[in-house]
């Protein structure tokens, strides 16, 4: 099992990306997707995610500004952000809880990061 992201890279302020992580592999079901960052010398935080019945959860900072979807279909996950700030600079990781053909329960799973910069 392997989740792989997509999407990162220079903006302005007050523009836009849209990140992707599809999951592949064995995988027998799919239960929470989402997305955390880690700017440089802090903690990694949470961004948002989507539980598989659709609920979802968000950053405070972020709630006006995000959007976390999934294509169920694709196995894929997608945070369209918007109104990007400076401080939003981060390398972005993509997660999912996934049952794998192994497992008997779902384990946490983590993409590669793409690293997301906001110039003033």
């Known amino acids: 099992v392997q989740l792989q992201a997509s999407g990162g890279g220079l903006v302005q302020a007050g523009g836009s990306l849209r990140l992707s992580c599809a999951a592949s592999g064995n995988i027998r079901s799919l239960g929470t997707m989402g997305w955390h960052r880690q700017a440089l010398g802090k903690q990694r935080e949470l961004v948002a995610v989507m539980a598989s019945g659709g609920g979802t959860n968000y950053e405070e900072q972020v709630k006006s500004r995000f959007t976390v979807s999934r294509d169920y279909a694709k196995n894929t996950v997608y945070l369209q952000m918007n109104s990007l700030k400076p401080e939003d600079t981060a390398v972005y990781y993509c997660?999912?809880?996934?049952?794998?053909?192994?497992?008997?329960?779902?384990?946490?799973?983590w993409g590669q990061g793409t690293l997301v910069t906001v110039s003033s």
């Open positions: 997660m999912a809880y996934i049952k794998s053909g192994k497992s008997r329960q779902y384990e946490a799973y």
